[in-house]
């Protein structure tokens, strides 16, 4: 690849394009190029359009061009159900060990990462960001943890509607 764009003279910058495939998955795309030109929309399609899927560009631009974090989430949470499952059973299974009733959410958030691992080839990138959003809707959802995380005030009470 050149120092500059062969289409536009650009130099290289980050910037983003955020697409939503027809299964209406949300992902973004840091590509090197500071320029919209088609051919770097057709290696977004190549890189976001997951498996030849159409998809429609929602965002093209700087930083704030992308998919926010609560987008993320709620894409990655709807896509991977067995996340929120795997948490919640490491949950329980750290109060009936232990006996504890507090546990920090990062703890139980390795132990996944690891378990996905080597249990499968496939496991999902897990983002540390999602942290926040998992612990409190864990807290939510599941009378008997209710209140097994502390937490301090995060974007992730307001995206889920949640007080801290």
């Given amino acids: 690849m050149s ?14 394009v955020a697409v939503t495939n027809t299964d209406g998955v949300k992902a ?4 090197r190029w500071s320029c919209a030109h088609p051919d770097h929309l ?8 997951h498996g030849g899927r159409e998809f429609t560009v929602t965002a093209v631009g700087d930083e704030s061009a992308a998919v926010t974090t609560p987008e993320r989430f709620e894409t990655f949470h709807r896509t991977h159900p067995h996340v929120y499952q795997v948490l919640v059973r490491l949950a329980r ?10 546990v920090g ?28 959003y998992y612990s409190r809707l864990i807290m939510a959802n ?4 209710s209140e097994l995380f502390e937490v301090r005030r995060s974007a992730a009470d307001e995206a889920l509607g949640l007080a801290a």
């Fill in 105 to 132: 959410i990062a703890i139980l958030w390795e132990r996944m990462r690891w378990e996905l691992a080597v249990q499968t080839n496939e496991a999902p990138k897990l983002n540390n960001d999602y942290r926040a």
């Fill in 42 to 49: 057709r290696q977004a399609k190549e890189v976001v359009g």
């Fill in 142 to 145: 599941e009378p008997d943890l």
């Fill in 93 to 102: 299974e750290w109060v009936a060990r232990t006996g504890r009733r507090k």
């Fill in 28 to 31: 973004e795309l840091r590509s």
């Fill in 3 to 16: 120092a500059t764009c062969d289409h536009c003279g650009t130099a290289p910058a980050a910037w983003y």
